[in-house]
């Protein structure tokens, strides 16, 4: 199972290395305004996992500080 889950993940990062080049692409074509919408882009995507893990933590905090009061 070890063995086929390493295989599958090599094969999946054989395509993610191609999208990244893509990405540099625009970014070296010198056009600064594809640049700044990507950095935007990427910026935009970044944050919804770390609002999710604060919710999160909030939530599980807010609970446990319950918990000792009672």
């Known amino acids: 199972m070890k063995k086929l889950t390493l295989?599958?993940?090599?094969?999946?990062?054989y395509f993610a290395n191609a999208?990244?080049?893509m990405c540099r692409a625009v970014v070296e074509s010198g056009n600064?305004?594809?640049a700044e919408g990507l950095n935007t882009g990427i910026l935009y995507l970044?944050?919804?996992?770390?609002?999710?893990?604060g919710a999160l933590f909030y939530f599980l905090i807010k609970n446990k500080i319950k918990k000792n009061n009672s």
Do not use: S
């Not at 970044?46 to 893990?53: A, E, G, N, S």
């Open 7 to 13: 295989i599958l993940f090599m094969f999946f990062t």
């Open 19 to 21: 999208q990244c080049a």
């Open 32 to 34: 600064p305004t594809e």
């Open 46 to 53: 970044m944050i919804f996992p770390y609002l999710l893990i």
